[in-house]
């Protein structure tokens, strides 16, 4: 008789006799290695063999109490770290008597500098997040944001200004870092129920930092600098949060080794090719072919063959380009279409909470969408840019406040509209390695053109555009992307009446990945499976983790 150890956890030992005191001990016989036991297929494995099969997944009704309590606290975390209810007040903060700085320092000295910082630290902080396995670049992004505020509210120059820029874009990349731990806490089969719960609780922190934020400016007649006093507390104290994170033990590129009785990545399991010795170490090139990043590149590669997968990816890049662009600038624009010095008149924590909401709404929305996306995308990517486009154009022109705030919380809406749909549709055919590289190449190539943009129009080196210039340039901006899906999607329809398909369609279908679609052109969708799904959304920022057991089995998934 041996003596084992009973920790709570899945796959490790039946603690359902157990009082869960971790650390306890129980006697319990352990198999010898010449124990055996029955495989898939009903043949004797050997003790070894048996291993290597993993741990059962824990029987419903008896999860660990462990990660849900992780769970509930990265989520708690996740809410306060949005608490900044003076976010929504920087420009007129920054334009009013407390800093007193000008329009055009603000528009084409203090803002552009945003776009550059984040290009620069983007793919630093992505890598940095999967090596330092995403606790200390959580710490990184709590220590940016009580930087950020500390220079609001001591800095006196532009440099100053610009300095709190740059922190600000190392919280932006930061980002997926929350997004991503949440993933190395739980088993697979629970990955899409917290990443709702992490995604519901930053969305609930945002609308309660914005409504908080005008509720003390309008009601409470609290000036922009005792909210970011405010402000400053609240990240204080979520940075103390972060403190007692636990540490994972594992990512997805740089620690990929896992505890026994744990299933490899997908990638893991893919085919090693020819090449590959079957005893000993490998030869150089073998050894190169298994790199993470080599079998990564290969398979995308391949992925890239996907027409809806180039489509959605392209848009992506473009769509996600502009949308930032416009919040970037638009509390810039509230401030001239409405310059008010009494700050109880500034609504902008209200705008920026109708926005998240609608936003919200429409993310969940467009999971219901019925429609075979491989015939209509492009169609409806092109009405939902001319009407992003014709919101801008309402922006530029209008001297309402009112409707301004009405057209940027409808152009939020409507971009949010979609960002599930194309999260789903280049995720759901890839590996969860690939998945991260898609997503970081597409938002990587998005961030550049941004950049690009920004140092043309805005930025004094360039044209150093007025605000409201800037608008009609990026009106005439999505007004291009709009011809150029309109007159895809045209020649999308020609193609399918020269084919000569005139026969009804069939029943609308939910979001299909690119395989789907294609497997339904083919008549083979019954032989296919999904292979992944969208986890979590941050503003558009996608994190994502591999299907869980329970998704694998259904034929078609929802966004």
């Known amino acids: 008789m041996k003596m084992a150890v009973c920790l709570p956890g899945p796959g490790v030992w039946d603690c359902s006799r157990c009082p869960g005191i971790r650390g306890h001990q129980v006697p319990r016989p352990l198999?010898?290695?010449?124990?055996?036991?029955?495989?898939?297929?009903?043949?004797?494995?050997?003790?070894?063999?048996?291993e290597k099969q993993g741990p059962a997944e824990p029987r419903p009704g008896r999860e660990p109490e462990s990660w849900w309590c992780?769970?509930?606290?990265?989520?708690?975390?996740?809410?306060?770290?949005?608490?900044?209810?003076?976010?929504?007040?920087?420009?007129?903060?920054?334009?009013?008597?407390?800093?007193?700085?000008?329009?055009?320092?603000?528009?084409?000295?203090?803002?552009?500098?945003?776009?550059?910082?984040?290009?620069?630290?983007?793919?630093?902080?992505?890598?940095?997040?999967?090596?330092?396995?995403?606790?200390?670049?959580?710490?990184?992004q709590g220590l940016s944001y009580v930087s950020v505020w500390l220079l609001l509210l001591f800095g006196s120059s532009v440099l100053h200004m610009q300095l709190m820029e740059l922190f600000f874009s190392v919280t932006m990349a930061a980002r997926i870092a929350y997004s991503s731990y949440v993933f190395?806490?739980?088993?697979?089969?629970?990955?899409?129920?917290?990443?709702?719960?992490?995604?519901?609780?930053?969305?609930?922190?945002?609308f309660t930092?914005?409504?908080?934020?005008?509720?003390?400016?309008?009601?409470?007649?609290?000036?922009?600098s005792t909210l970011?006093?405010?402000?400053?507390?609240?990240?204080?104290?979520?940075?103390?949060?972060?403190?007692?994170?636990?540490?994972?033990?594992?990512?997805?590129?740089?620690?990929?080794?896992a505890p026994a009785g744990a299933s490899p990545s997908e990638l893991d399991q893919m085919n090693p090719g020819p090449g590959q010795p079957t005893g000993g170490r490998p030869g150089p090139a073998a050894a190169w072919r298994d790199l993470a990043l080599a079998r990564v590149l290969r398979e995308l590669g391949h992925n890239l063959r996907l027409p809806q997968l180039r489509l959605w990816s392209l848009w992506w890049v473009f769509n996600s380009t502009g949308y930032y662009l416009i919040v970037y600038y638009v509390h810039i624009l509230w401030n001239v279409v409405n310059p008010t010095m009494d700050s109880t008149r500034v609504y902008n924590g209200g705008a920026d909470a109708a926005s998240t909401l609608l936003g919200a709404i429409t993310s969940f929305a467009a999971g219901f969408v019925k429609i075979?996306?491989?015939?209509?995308?492009?169609?409806?990517?092109?009405?939902?840019?001319?009407?992003?486009?014709?919101?801008?154009?309402?922006?530029?022109?209008?001297?309402?406040?009112?409707?301004?705030?009405?057209?940027?919380?409808?152009?939020?809406?409507?971009?949010?509209?979609?960002?599930?749909?194309?999260?789903?549709?280049?995720?759901?055919?890839?590996?969860?390695?690939?998945?991260?590289?898609?997503?970081?190449?597409?938002?990587?190539?998005?961030t550049v053109l941004k950049t690009i943009i920004t140092l043309i129009v805005s930025d004094k080196r360039g044209l150093g555009l007025p605000v409201h210039s800037q608008f009609l340039v990026y009106f005439m901006y999505f007004l291009v992307l709009f011809v150029a899906y309109f007159f895809a999607a045209l020649l999308v329809g020609l193609q399918h009446l020269r084919r000569g398909i005139h026969q009804p369609l069939p029943p609308a279908q939910e979001l299909r990945s690119p395989v789907q679609e294609k497997a339904v052109q083919d008549g083979a969708l019954g032989s296919l499976q999904p292979g992944a799904w969208p986890l979590a959304l941050e503003d558009g920022v996608e994190a994502v983790g591999p299907a869980s057991p329970e998704q694998s089995q259904q034929p078609e998934a929802k966004a």
């Open 228 to 257: 970011n006093y405010v402000s400053l507390a609240f990240l204080t104290f979520s940075l103390v949060l972060a403190l007692f994170l636990r540490r994972p033990k594992r990512s997805l590129f740089f620690n990929r080794s």
């Open 372 to 446: 075979r996306w491989a015939v209509w995308a492009k169609l409806v990517i092109a009405a939902v840019t001319v009407v992003q486009a014709g919101l801008v154009f309402l922006m530029y022109r209008t001297d309402s406040i009112w409707l301004c705030y009405m057209a940027f919380v409808l152009f939020r809406g409507s971009y949010q509209f979609l960002v599930p749909i194309a999260t789903f549709q280049i995720a759901s055919s890839l590996s969860q390695e690939l998945r991260a590289l898609v997503f970081g190449v597409n938002t990587f190539l998005a």
């Open 184 to 206: 190395s806490l739980v088993p697979p089969a629970h990955y899409q129920r917290v990443a709702g719960y992490s995604r519901a609780a930053v969305l609930l922190g945002v």
């Open 70 to 140: 992780l769970v509930s606290y990265l989520c708690f975390y996740g809410f306060m770290a949005q608490m900044r209810p003076g976010e929504s007040f920087i420009t007129p903060y920054l334009l009013g008597p407390d800093k007193n700085f000008t329009q055009k320092q603000v528009t084409n000295e203090i803002t552009p500098v945003l776009s550059y910082s984040y290009l620069a630290v983007l793919v630093p902080v992505f890598l940095l997040t999967d090596y330092l396995r995403y606790k200390p670049v959580l710490l990184l």
């Open 209 to 224: 930092s914005s409504v908080l934020g005008q509720l003390l400016v309008t009601v409470g007649r609290v000036p922009f």
């Open 31 to 50: 198999p010898s290695p010449a124990v055996s036991r029955r495989g898939p297929g009903g043949m004797a494995l050997s003790g070894q063999e048996a």
